[in-house]
T-cell receptor, first 117, second 113 residues
Framework: GAVVSQHPSRVICKSGTSVKIECRSL??????MFWYRQFPKQSLMLMAT?????????EQGVEKDKFLINHASLTLSTLTVTSAHPEDSSFYIC?????????????FGEGSWLTVV | SQKIEQNSEALNIQEGKTATLTCNYT??????LQWYRQDPGRGPVFLLL?????KEKRKERLKVTFDTTLKQSLFHITASQPADSATYLC????????????FGKGTRLSVIA
């Protein structure tokens, strides 16, 4: 299947700093990527839809000024957690749909563990 | 609002038996439904997609059914193995490329040797 790569897989940052997570589609172009957050033993919660060349669409309750999303190219979307706090510690996962090549299947990255200390 | 329910949070089954997981959805008419497997600390891995005009789909030991009248999908693993132990997620979807997947809470399957 299609490959979605995330980097870094694990990151620890100090409270108050910002951290960037990258999501790349390695073998296809993705005009749309999706960012999820998952707390331990909880379901995947959609945070935002990232659209190439335009503003992201955020889900209700997700602060767009705190979780900055940039989808600058057809293969890269970034999520920046600004002024991180310990409660932002979570598992962040991106996904993308290759589109016509493989139908409607959505593929996920391996996820990024964020720990804010 | 859309609601997705997976029959149980956890399911324990003996090795060799068939595991059956249930996914029910309401306030939704999806064009297809996908099943994913998620291991602890990893991203979900795509398993199967079944469309609304398909009653059943198979892949090796996996079988998925889709009943749009009951608004339900069943996911079967035959001859289950301890390596099948994981959380299984269902996600109904639409046909638009911009539509994200919304997931149920998942069922944590444990296959006991």
């Amino acid at each position: 299947g299609a490959v979605v790569s995330q980097h870094p897989s694990r990151v620890i940052c100090k409270s108050g700093t910002s951290v960037k997570i990258e999501c790349r589609s390695l073998d296809f172009q993705a005009t749309t990527m999706f960012w999820y957050r998952q707390f331990p033993k909880q379901s995947l919660m959609l945070m935002a839809t990232s659209n190439e060349g335009s503003k992201a669409t955020y889900e209700q309750g997700v602060e767009k000024d705190k979780f900055l999303i940039n989808h600058a190219s057809l293969t890269l979307s970034t999520l920046t957690v600004t002024s991180a706090h310990p409660e932002d510690s979570s598992f962040y996962i991106c996904s993308a749909r290759p589109g016509l090549i493989t139908g409607n299947t959505i593929y996920f990255g391996e996820g990024s563990w964020l720990t804010v200390v | 609002s859309q609601k997705i329910e997976q029959n149980s949070e956890a399911l324990n089954i003996q090795e060799g038996k068939t595991a059956t997981l249930t996914c029910n959805y309401t306030n939704y008419s999806p064009a297809y439904l996908q099943w994913y497997r998620q291991d602890p600390g990893r991203g979900p891995v795509f398993l199967l997609l079944i469309r609304e005009n398909e009653k059943e789909k198979r892949k090796e030991r996996l079988k998925v059914t889709f009943d749009t009248t009951l608004k339900q999908s069943l996911f079967h693993i035959t001859a289950s193995q301890p390596a099948d132990s994981a959380t299984y997620l269902c996600a109904p979807g639409g046909d638009s490329g911009n539509t994200p997947l919304v997931f149920g809470k998942g069922t944590r399957l444990s296959v006991i040797a």
